[in-house]
């Protein structure tokens, strides 16, 4: 085939319609190389973050065996300050004295008022049921109201009150007979 024969004006046109690169390309290039700008800008950004996380972590955990040392610590100086010895020392101190035997005083209460049924216990106790209940009704009477009285109610009365008087010579012969044991 005969070779044809292009005009040096048609060469110049093929060779630059060639060489131009379209500008869709480019800015796909563009955009590409954006976005593994902002990869490696992200990467670096973690990197660093986990450095500085990493070192306060360390500090963090330097604080935590402190701490835990402190608490040993004051754990044992607890269970010193709790212990015999120390309380002694520490009683010994403020002026308290350790408590023996021969520094011991005996504070009794002053004597006060025996009730009722005390005093029959310990006063009469030779008496019979009977009679402790009768001194009992005595002792809780209350003043009587002055009523118009038959004559036989005065006799009752009158042996009512002799018998109180027997059961007091009876008492008295108690202590008297206790008294001599």
Not at 2 to 25: E, F, H, M
Not at 58 to 66: A, F, G, N
Not at 153 to 174: G, I, Q, R
Request: charge should be positive.
């Amino acid at each position: 085939m005969p070779k044809k024969k292009l005009s040096a004006k048609n060469k110049t046109q093929s060779t630059q319609r060639g060489d131009s690169i379209p500008w869709r390309y480019c800015i796909l290039t563009l955009c590409c190389g954006l976005i593994l700008v902002t990869g490696f800008f992200f990467a670096a950004r973690q990197h660093f973050s986990s450095i500085d996380f990493g070192i306060k972590n360390s500090k963090l955990r330097k604080q935590i065996e402190e701490l835990e040392a402190d608490k040993r610590r004051l754990i044992l100086s607890k269970e010193i300050a709790l212990s015999p010895a120390e309380i002694k020392k520490a009683a010994k101190k403020i002026g308290l004295t350790e408590m023996t035997a021969s520094n011991i005083e005996v504070y009794r209460p002053a004597p006060k008022e025996k009730s009722k049924t005390e005093k029959l216990i310990v006063e009469k106790p030779k008496l019979d049921f009977l009679e402790k209940t009768e001194l009992l009704k005595k002792e809780d009477k209350k003043p009587e109201v002055k009523i118009e009285k038959k004559p036989s109610e005065a006799k009752e009365k009158s042996e009512a009150k002799e018998k109180p008087d027997k059961t007091k010579e009876k008492v008295e012969k108690n202590k008297a007979q206790v008294a001599k044991k």
